[in-house]
Every structure is written in structure tokens, then in C-alpha cells.
């Protein structure tokens, strides 16, 4: 599985971006694919992640994203968003996203090990 991640640039605080997470080659029928974030000097940290079994879809965010960002998938299009609005400083980052098979909740999906396949990374500069 390849996973590509776009959409990131530059933008003012209060400002708005859309990432996008493209899979291609092996599908699943359950899936669970997660935005993960790295600031420099910082540890990757999991932003949210979106699971899908059977039409039933449940989302998590961490916290300090909770009310400004959206993750939504298009299974038509393999395709994951990350809806971010409100976007702040310290939202800056190398944002990746990753994917694994399953349809999991609580704390597994939130770590990084728990997922198989990953995107190279888009930036996203948040200019006060």
C-alpha cells in the first residue's frame, strides 16, 4: 500500500487547509488511517484518526484540535481529508498520515507502531 499525503503550505493564523491522504494498491475492507504531526525539536504526536467497518465510521482528535479540524474519508477514492480550520502557530508541522487494516479504538490507534503504511509528509507552516 502507498499512501500520499498533500495539501500543506502556508498560511496565517486563522487560516484554513485541507489535507488529503491517497491510497493506492491493496484495499481494505476495514481500515483505520491516522493524521499524525511533527514539530521540529518535538515528538510525532497523533492529531486523529478515522476508522471504517461496515459503514460505521468513528473519529478521534487530540485534544488541542478538538472543535478546528475534521478527518472524513471517500472510500470511492481511497482518499482520507484532514479539515483544518482555525489553524494556529503551533499547529506547524510535518503532517503525515498513515493507515493500517482494522477497525480499532481507544489509545491503539493514536500510536504510531500501530500503523503498516506511511506517507511521506506535507508541511504546514502557520505564520502569527
Known amino acids: 500500500v502507498q499512501m500520499q499525503a498533500s495539501g500543506g503550505g502556508l498560511v496565517q493564523a486563522g487560516g484554513s487547509l485541507t489535507l488529503s491522504c491517497a491510497a493506492s494498491?491493496?484495499?481494505?475492507?476495514?481500515?483505520?488511517v491516522g493524521w499524525f504531526r511533527q514539530a521540529p525539536g518535538k515528538e510525532r504526536e497523533s492529531v486523529a484518526h478515522?476508522?471504517?467497518?461496515?459503514?460505521?465510521?468513528?473519529?478521534y482528535y487530540t485534544d488541542s484540535v478538538k472543535g478546528r479540524f475534521t478527518i472524513s474519508g471517500d472510500n470511492a477514492k481511497n482518499t482520507v481529508y484532514l479539515q483544518m480550520n482555525s489553524l494556529k502557530p503551533e499547529d506547524t508541522a510535518v503532517y503525515y498520515c498513515?493507515?493500517?487494516?482494522?477497525?480499532?479504538?481507544?489509545?491503539?490507534?493514536?500510536?504510531?507502531?500501530?500503523?503498516?503504511?506511511w506517507g511521506q509528509g506535507t508541511l504546514v507552516t502557520v505564520s502569527s
Open positions: 498513515a493507515a493500517t487494516g482494522g477497525h480499532y479504538y481507544g489509545a491503539y490507534p493514536a500510536r504510531a507502531d500501530s500503523y503498516d503504511y
Open positions: 494498491g491493496r484495499t481494505f475492507s476495514t481500515y483505520t
Open positions: 478515522i476508522s471504517w467497518s461496515s459503514g460505521v465510521t468513528s473519529n
